[in-house]
């Protein structure tokens, strides 16, 4: 199976003039802001519009890079639930041109009340969708 058959979710990204480098190439840091465009729009996508009823925050992120992308490549950013434990999830992405895997990664996030801020349980209608829209489902940690 390739990278690019375990993902359900792509989003559209054409690469902008301010996020190259010196060296014409997308700069490094701008592969977990394309990671978390595809984070914010997958959620959308599972039917949550920033309408405020989840709070994430971020506690692990990497990336391996295989390739660069350039100015105005045409870009697919894969997003998947990899995990899902009691409190946490992490998500698998992976970002591709043409096709051809350039970047792939990982986010964890830790789900919290809205309005205390304090590590919460996932909700279960959000494991609920999670587990409806995947194709490859993820692995589950309840401990």
Not at 35 to 48: A, C, P
Not at 65 to 74: C, G, L, P
Not at 126 to 134: K, N, P
């Amino acid at each position: 199976m390739s990278v690019r058959s375990k993902f359900t979710f792509f989003h559209p990204l054409r690469v902008r003039w301010a996020e190259c480098d010196a060296q014409g190439i997308v700069f490094n840091a701008n592969y977990f802001l394309y990671f978390d465009v595809g984070m914010t729009e997958y959620l959308r996508t599972l039917g949550y519009q920033g309408d405020k009823t989840l709070e994430f925050f971020t506690v692990h992120s990497e990336a391996d890079y295989r390739a660069s992308a350039k100015f105005d490549d045409e870009l697919e950013i894969g997003i998947r639930c990899a995990r899902l434990g009691r409190t946490s999830m992490t998500l698998a992405a992976a970002i591709f041109r043409a096709g051809e895997l350039l970047t792939e990664g990982s986010l964890t996030y830790v789900h919290a009340e809205l309005n205390t801020q304090d590590k919460s349980p996932l909700p279960a209608s959000f494991v609920g969708r999670i587990l409806a829209f995947e194709e490859t489902p993820p692995e589950r940690k309840t401990s």
